[in-house]
């Protein structure tokens, strides 16, 4: 699994965790009917698309209060918007609060890609936005084509993707590095029979024109839209293929799209390196540290020296058939160093597993799964691979190409360098070639673009937003000095408020603000 590439929000997981709805993409005729105006619809210059422009949402209650769904209907295939071929995009919203005047929709994409914007919203998003952006948006999302309610892609069942996540991942000999290809291969196979029909057209340039059907629909002129993490590529390739449909957009957590896939892997590794010093730093100073003193490198080799156990004799979990191998106890760290709050869940669980007991690490990396209690899997990691695959060719042709690369990724991160490596292996064999390729996006002609930094972010490294923010023409970078995975709505007053202002006001912070 690539894991090296799914990017997402905190509050991804949160929704994960949370309010998961049934029945949000059935069809329904109740409730009030939402009527774009002819501005919003505008200039749609393929005949063809006109239907999907000027359809009508038809809302209905779906299940938490407060909320409402529907259905939108897209083209499944662009450069044949006439073949009677569609796919269903889930869509939900939660209405402007008040008080004040109505601004219009708030779109919100929590990254991945993969991950449900219907579920962030609900659980997150949708009531725990800043009150004032809150009260004069509605606050909406989607599940990308290919996501969760919107025709999602499906690869395995429950008990193969749990063999799936045992395959050791950081082969040691030949039979090793067999099994693991074969892995990839399984997984990429079950995905074309499971979902042949959608995994064609799931790129992330899809995902940006069903963003232009939703704001039509929605009524709305322009498009104001909050993306974090993955969803600020979705923000940028929107900008990039309608720029004078630019309304206000944050992107928090910003990916650099000139970036190869490999180069997008070896960053993100040497992000988590990054992370992983912050958390040992912090860790020592703790009672409780499980990897001791003396430095984060030392604390390294401490977290290797576990792994390396791990891989030798997985550690029970008290399930028998899934006990704790090296590459889900790295998910588990991987999972939590997303964000600094699980840092003392991370302690625990380290403590116990080299004690002995590694449920609570287990339960850290099913976290990053998104796999529930009875043995589902949430459908991010289909979609994740999914839409990787097709937005950019592989990172790697073969195994013996990882081998080359290993040492620049060891030296990216000593500690988790080789599992990152032979993650970005998965696309090698994907049955859909890549329409996509690393280019600079530009936005020619948009309004300003805040993009947001995060100093020691380790899922999307600070330089990805310095990179951004560049190659935006109307490009405006806001920092944020500090740790964790995105800035917005995770307690630092500089940062809210200067989004609050921009989302509010129009007026964007000063660019190379820090805060």
Known sequence: MDTSRLLRTTGTVIAAAGLLLSGCT?????????????????????????????????WRECGVPGFECATMKAPLDYAKPGSGQDVDIAVARRKATGP?????????????????GIGYLQAYAGIGYPA??????????????GVDRSSP????????????TQVDQTPDDAAERARLVAAFKEFAAGCEERSGRILPHVSTVDAARDMDLLRAVLGD????????SYGTFLGATYAELFPDRVGRLVLDGAMDPTRSALDLSR????????AFVSFAKDCAKQPDCPLGKGGAEAMGERLKEFFRKADAQAVPTGEPARPLGEYLATTGVIDALY????????????????????AAMLALADSYYQREPDGRYANLMYANAAVNCLDQPPAFRGPEAVDA??????????????????????????PVKATGTAKPLTGKGAPPIVVVGTTRDPATPYKWAEALAGQLESGTLLTYDGDGHTAYGRGSDCIDTSINTYLLEGKPPTDGKKC
């Open 267 to 274: 960053d993100q590794t040497a992000g988590f390196e990054t």
């Open 339 to 358: 964000d600094e709050s699980a840092w003392p869940q991370l302690r625990e669980a380290l403590t116990a597993a080299m004690d002995g007991d590694g």
């Open 132 to 145: 004032p952006v809150r009260a004069r948006y509605d606050m909406v999302s989607f599940d990308p084509r």
């Open 153 to 164: 892609v499906e690869c395995m069942t429950g008990p193969a993707m749990d063999k799936y």
């Open 221 to 228: 002129e322009k498009l104001t839209y909050v993306g974090a």
């Open 100 to 116: 004040g005047k109505r601004l219009g929709s708030l779109v919100v994409n929590p990254g991945g890609p993969g991950g449900s």
């Open 405 to 430: 690369a290993l040492p620049s990724f060891e030296k990216a991160s000593p500690v988790f360098g080789a599992y990152m490596a032979w993650a970005s292996l998965n696309c090698t064999y994907w």
């Open 26 to 58: 059935s069809g329904g005729s109740g409730g009030p009917r939402a009527a774009a105006s002819s501005d919003a619809r505008m200039s749609v210059d393929e005949p063809a698309l006109r239907p999907y422009y000027e359809q009508e949402l038809s």
